[in-house]
């Protein structure tokens, strides 16, 4: 992690608009600090404060044995027995000063703890939340990860006979050598993983190009070998899937199997919407469920139930389905719930109801790397009230 990251993921954490991907990260620089034991960022405010708790023992730990080596200014200290509410910026400010070169200097030049103590006093002030980044865990064959976003662009690593690279503006490339099919070789999968609050490109072997959504994940080999090529979704993605005549190409997305030959769909599989949706924008594919299967022509939508059954939707509006991978919030008449799960996985935040939800439906388009303020102004005009209270929205019908 580069000098300026780890400023903008401390000052992040400390104001508290770190994205689930930037609290994992951080969790991950805490394990490198020094501890034995990993430590993860759950979500709830007790694991939270229970990892806040552990970190401030360490950065003791590390201050005290800093400064009997004379290796930190006298002046700076973290006592134990009263911390107050601006502790996290003097221990950030401490953090800084031991990994950074120019710690000490951000500590004097830019008074973080005045501004972050400001931020936490003020209970009151709706604090803006940033839309989603190019975030992205990829997890090799070995189970090894690699954060997409601390990585440089080139070639990351070689499995088999894949190269794997990243390119900037966040994809992923897979290059598998030519005239490689060989069958013998044991099947290595890797695993992209886009957290809420994340977005991200992929380039499999066969050419065949994948947009993926927040909070999604996608599990595929480094090569494809055999008869078919075969790829496990979870969450949202857009295939434009190369064709390849002999080797047809599956997506398994919960209970359904989309089988195509080369085509342009998207396929919505979230765990927490009710049904699976599969909109082909080109081609033909087949989508089959537990009760049901059927051959979808251009602009119709497969929609699978839970219970395996399939209702195929005609006209399906295209621009509202692919808004997501233009860069944009598209609301045709939408039911509020279904708009709340959309910007909880984009802000990564948490969705409450201070009653029951509202009746109605929200209609408005704007582009989705906006902050969350400027979408709360929408459902505003459409009747919906949001109070924000850290990354928890709590909505009521006004």
Known sequence: MTPKKRV???????????????????????????????????G????????????????????ASEADAG??????????????????????AVLLCLLLPAGWWLWREQHVQPQIAMDAGNGDKERDIPPAAGYAVLTLADGSKVDLDDATAGTLTRQGKTTVSQQRGGQL?????????????????????IPRGGQYRLTLPDGTRVWLNAASSLRYPVAFTGKERSVELNGEAYFEVE????????????????????????????????VIKTTLIAGAVRVTGARASSLLAPRQQGQLTKRGDLLVKE??????????????????????SEVMRQLARWYDVEIAYADAVPAGHITGTLPRNTNLSE???VLKLNGIKVNVEGRVLTVQAE
């Not at 490339?173 to 030519?178: F, I, L, N, T």
């Open 8 to 42: 903008r993921l401390v000052r992040k954490y400390l104001s508290g608009k770190a994205s689930a991907a930037e609290k994992a990260k951080l969790s991950r620089w805490y394990h490198a600090f020094g501890r034995d034991l990993e430590v993860r960022l759950p």
């Open 44 to 63: 709830g405010p007790e694991a939270e404060a229970k990892l806040e708790q552990r970190l401030w023992e360490r950065l003791r730990e590390v201050v």
């Open 71 to 92: 290796g930190l200014p006298s002046a700076v200290s973290i006592k134990a027995q009263r911390r107050p509410r601006y502790r996290w910026a003097a221990a950030a």
């Open 173 to 193: 490339v897979y290059r598998q050598d030519a005239g490689d099919m060989s069958t013998n070789a044991a099947i290595r999968y890797n695993v992209l993983s």
């Open 243 to 274: 064709k390849k005549a002999g080797q047809p190409f599956h997506v398994k997305a919960g209970g359904a199997d989309i089988a195509v030959l080369g085509t342009s769909f998207d396929v919505a599989a979230y765990r927490d919407e009710p």
């Open 315 to 336: 006209n399906a509006d295209i621009t509202d389905v692919l808004a997501w991978k233009e860069g944009l919030f598209r609301f045709n008449s939408a039911d509020v």
């Open 375 to 377: 979408v709360l102004k």
